[in-house]
């Protein structure tokens, strides 16, 4: 079965700087999506990028780009000029071709210190 | 605007008694789901459905059951066989294209008295 792995609970940042959230996933499947999503406190959940498998050039949002290392099944948030709105739970997701089920990490809490 | 509608935002349950849970989305979407959410364990599906009149056990449906009469609406009924339903649950739907993400409700917390 597919899994999705955030060895990070927890991660701080300080304004301005540079932070990377890791995501690992285990899947036998060649053709697949990535994503990842924020949680702020309001606990909406906000789409931030998203990857598609057979796609070598990462992702990239304005201050959010992606390391996707398909061989090594490795899915990294780089966020840049870390701001104080980053701050919220980030969820790594794995969609699943097969079933259509997307199946996500136990997410990362980032902090932003001013 | 489109979107997600979950209902209500906070919902309270007595031993022993089911409370169902609403969502509704006016996207067109054909696939929803249901996830529950505790601390820690990020996001945990409790059932999907793809089409109309057919829907899918998830990883943890023992004391949930849902349906799915319409299109637009899929509701989540938290039995009493579920003997720990304090959570937050989400409803998502999405388009049946693994390229587009899902679109999430705002939750419901549920807690028990």
């Known amino acids: 079965a597919q899994t999705v792995t955030q060895s990070q609970p927890e991660m701080s940042v300080q304004e301005a700087e540079t932070v990377t959230l890791s995501c690992t996933y285990d899947t036998s499947e060649s053709d697949y999506y990535l994503f990842w999503y924020k949680q702020p406190p309001s606990r909406q959940m906000i789409l931030v990028i998203r990857?598609?498998?057979?796609?070598?050039q990462n992702a990239t949002e304005n201050r959010f780009s992606v390391n996707f290392q398909k061989a090594a099944k490795s899915f990294s948030l780089k966020i840049s000029d870390s701001q104080l709105g980053d701050a919220a739970m980030y969820f790594c997701a794995y969609a699943d071709s097969g079933t259509y089920k997307y199946i996500f990490g136990t997410g990362t809490r980032l902090k932003v210190l001013a | 605007d489109g979107g997600i509608t979950q209902s209500p935002k906070y919902l309270f349950r007595k031993e022993g008694q089911n409370v169902t849970l609403s969502c509704e989305q006016n996207?067109?979407?054909?696939?929803m789901y249901w996830y529950r959410q505790d601390p820690g364990q990020g996001l945990r599906l409790i059932y999907y459905s793809q089409i109309v009149n057919d829907f899918q056990k998830g990883d943890i449906a023992e004391g949930y059951s849902v349906s799915r009469e319409k299109k637009e609406s899929f509701p989540l009924t938290v039995t009493s066989a579920q003997k720990n339903p304090t959570a937050f649950y989400l409803c998502?739907?999405?388009?049946?294209?693994?390229?587009?993400?899902?679109?999430f409700g705002d939750g419901t917390r549920l807690s028990i008295l």
């Open positions: 990857q598609e498998a057979y796609k070598q």
């Open positions: 996207l067109n979407h054909d696939a």
């Open positions: 998502a739907s999405s388009i049946e294209q693994l390229n587009q993400p899902q679109h």
